[in-house]
């Protein structure tokens, strides 16, 4: 049964960084797209960051681009989330989801079919 499993959360003060890794349970991980969301309480998820399968080509949120990026390591089934000069604004849960096969997009939450359980990440100022 695939799966994702986050995990890299925590409390931080403002200007500081953490890493949020995502592992993946199942096959052919390689082929995915990777897509990283978020949702604050009484938010509706947000889009943050894609990744393609083959790596290097990767699709921001406008409040991630220049501090966020997004990286995975195929062989280890593995996809990571760094995140840098993290804002109050950042806090929120934060998961990893993979897209249906025949999804044309990669940042609405509808066109994903596994989600991890989410990490929670609190930015304090």
């Known amino acids: 049964q695939e799966q994702l499993v986050e995990s890299g959360g925590g409390s931080v003060q403002a200007g500081g960084t953490l890493r949020l890794s995502c592992k993946f349970s199942?096959?052919?991980?390689?082929?995915?797209?990777v897509g990283w969301f978020r949702q604050a309480p009484g938010k509706e998820r947000e889009f943050v960051a894609a990744m393609r399968w083959t790596g290097g080509i990767n699709f921001y949120g406008d409040f991630a681009k220049g501090r966020f990026t997004a990286s995975r390591d195929n062989p280890r089934n593995m996809a990571y989330l760094q995140m840098n000069n993290l804002k109050p604004e950042d806090t929120g849960v934060y998961y990893c989801?993979?897209?249906?096969?025949?999804?044309?997009?990669?940042?609405?939450?509808?066109?994903?079919?596994?989600w991890g359980q989410g990490t929670q990440v609190t930015v304090s100022s």
């Open positions: 989801a993979v897209p249906f096969s025949y999804a044309a997009g990669f940042e609405s939450a509808e066109d994903y079919r596994i």
């Open positions: 199942g096959r052919d991980f390689d082929a995915y797209t």
